[in-house]
Structures are given as structure tokens and as C-alpha cells.
């Protein structure tokens, strides 16, 4: 693990490592980490703000601008060149759940990633608001 890169925060493992163009044999490659593929799922696929996704993965605004900007580089080339695009590695951590805190009770609970936002509070069945990350 290198010193100088902070560990982030990712919310799921890719189970899928390779993906490539089809009916040509596995020549040159492009790598990708899974801290920026997490980059990618957070703004292109579930279209949060940075700040917000960057928080979720325990770094700074800037920081996951730049993330971004790699991951989304490191895809546009594997598919405009033809290349595979090779999943793994990178500085993080795995949190595979969401947290979340009912303003009424302050009742807080966890929610798997893939699991749906839940609508009222597991404890006192009020009205849950918006999610709150706590971290
Ligand atoms: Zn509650």
C-alpha cells in the first residue's frame, strides 16, 4: 500500500474485471482501480454531486474531481482504441453499506448498497428524510 495515497472508501467490489471488445483475442489493455471505477458509479451511474460522492469516499472534492477525470479517460480509451479494460487495485477500503438516521428518533441503521433507500425508519415508522452520511 503506498504511503502518500489516502485510502477511499468504495461501495462495492466489482465482481466483473474484464471487460473487451468482442471476437478479438485479449491483446493490450487498459487498467482501471476499483477507487476509480467507484468514482465513476457514484457521478455517471447513481449522479450525485462531487462533494457529496467525494465525501462518500472519504476524500476531498478535488481529489475525486481528478479521480474522475482518470477513470473517465481510462474508459473512453479502452473503448475508442479497442482495448480491455482490466478492473482491480488501488488504495481502498470496502464499506458496503449505507447509514442511515431517522430525524425524528435519531435511530440509526445501516442499508446495503444495492439494497433501495428505505422510506420510513426501521424504529418508529416515521418518515425517513434525506440520507445522512455520517462520516
Ligand atoms: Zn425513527
Not at 454531486?49 to 472519504?58: L, P, T
Not at 435519531?106 to 425517513?128: A, D, I, L, R
Request: with cysteine.
Amino acid at each position: 500500500m503506498s504511503r502518500h495515497r489516502r485510502c477511499r472508501r468504495v461501495g462495492f467490489q466489482p465482481h466483473i474485471t474484464s471487460f473487451g471488445p468482442v471476437g478479438t483475442i485479449d491483446l493490450a489493455n487498459v487498467s482501471i482501480a476499483v477507487d476509480e471505477i467507484e468514482a465513476i458509479r457514484l457521478k455517471d451511474l447513481e449522479g450525485l454531486e462531487q462533494e457529496k460522492a467525494a465525501k462518500m469516499m472519504g476524500i476531498s472534492q478535488p481529489t475525486f474531481h481528478r479521480v474522475l477525470e482518470i477513470a473517465r479517460k481510462k474508459v473512453a480509451r479502452a473503448i475508442v482504441e479497442g482495448k480491455v479494460l482490466r478492473i482491480g487495485g488501488g488504495v481502498y477500503e470496502l464499506k458496503e453499506n449505507k447509514d442511515y438516521v431517522c430525524y425524528d428518533c435519531n435511530y440509526g441503521w445501516e442499508v446495503g448498497y444495492s439494497t433501495p433507500s428505505p422510506m420510513v425508519c426501521v424504529n418508529c415508522e416515521s418518515k425517513v428524510g434525506d440520507k445522512n452520511e455520517r462520516r
